[in-house]
């Protein structure tokens, strides 16, 4: 084998090995994702009665939209209304009858959308 045609394969081995190293990661960010996407619909699902009332096509009103809303600051209230901290008949029922996994996926959900007035996905 040649000086130029042993290097070149040395290359390529290298650039290989580095590939396979990185791709444990790659996977892992590939499955979050997978994830991240399976939350959101079923949010979907499980937020298709909370949307008659949160619209996501409007702006701020008497009922506030969803849309565009951190998770997190979602997800604080529901736990708001569960625990009692807010009250609201239909939202302290809904917000009790939600588990843990359904309360994310709803706030996931709400995340994902564009907030009302823009038409950018997140």
């Given at each position: 084998m040649s000086k130029f045609r042993?290097?070149?394969?040395t290359r390529i081995a290298?650039?290989?090995a580095a590939i396979v190293a990185q791709w444990p990661?790659?996977?892992a960010a590939a499955d979050i994702?997978?994830?991240a996407a399976a939350r959101i619909a079923y949010g979907r699902h499980l937020a298709s009665e909370?949307?008659?009332?949160?619209?996501?096509?409007?702006?701020?009103g008497a009922i506030p939209a969803l849309a565009g809303r951190p998770a997190a600051?979602?997800?604080?209230?529901l736990a708001?209304?569960?625990e009692g901290?807010?009250?609201?008949a239909v939202m302290v029922s809904v917000a009790k009858s939600l588990d843990e996994e359904e309360a994310a996926a709803v706030a996931a959900y709400f995340a994902s959308l564009p907030p009302p007035g823009t038409t950018a996905a997140r």
């Open positions: 042993g290097a070149v394969v290298c650039v290989a990661a790659v996977t994702d997978a994830q909370c949307t008659s009332c949160h619209r996501s096509d409007t702006q701020e600051q979602i997800l604080e209230l708001d209304f569960r901290r807010k009250t609201n």
